[in-house]
């Protein structure tokens, strides 16, 4: 089992800027990839960015050149510095780790931080 915490969230002005931050801990062997996701009301849930344990990137084309993803993986940890923020980008925003094990992926979620941003 993954547990996944979270912090960082909040209110921010439109222009703004957050950084979200995500520690794991329990059973974190084998974790691949580290990263966040989130939901708007009324809308499903979407990524915006992971991290995978060799360092590759993926954002989702709504954050890309605002947002910017890092983990480090000997502390289990994952951050999102999100700049340049818009109303858009109001939801929770989870963590979610993903790793392989007993020949299956698994997937745990932290419990979410809201982020509103005002314009």
């Known amino acids: 089992q993954v547990h996944l915490v979270e912090s960082g969230g909040g209110l921010v002005q439109s222009g703004g800027s957050l950084r979200l931050a995500c520690a794991a801990s329990?059973?974190?062997?084998?974790?691949?990839?580290m990263g966040w996701y989130r939901q708007a009301p009324g809308k499903q849930r979407e990524l915006v960015a992971t991290?995978?344990?060799?360092?590759?990137?993926n954002y989702a084309d709504s954050v890309k050149g605002r947002f910017t993803i890092s983990r480090d993986k000997p502390e289990n940890t994952v951050n999102l510095q999100m700049n340049s923020l818009t109303p858009e980008d109001t939801a929770v925003y989870y963590c979610?780790?993903?790793?392989?094990?007993?020949?299956?992926?698994?997937?745990?979620w932290g419990q979410g931080t809201q982020v509103t941003v005002s314009s």
């Open positions: 991290c995978t344990s060799a360092g590759g990137t």
């Open positions: 979610n780790a993903r790793k392989f094990s007993f020949g299956r992926w698994y997937d745990y």
């Open positions: 329990g059973s974190t062997l084998s974790i691949y990839v």
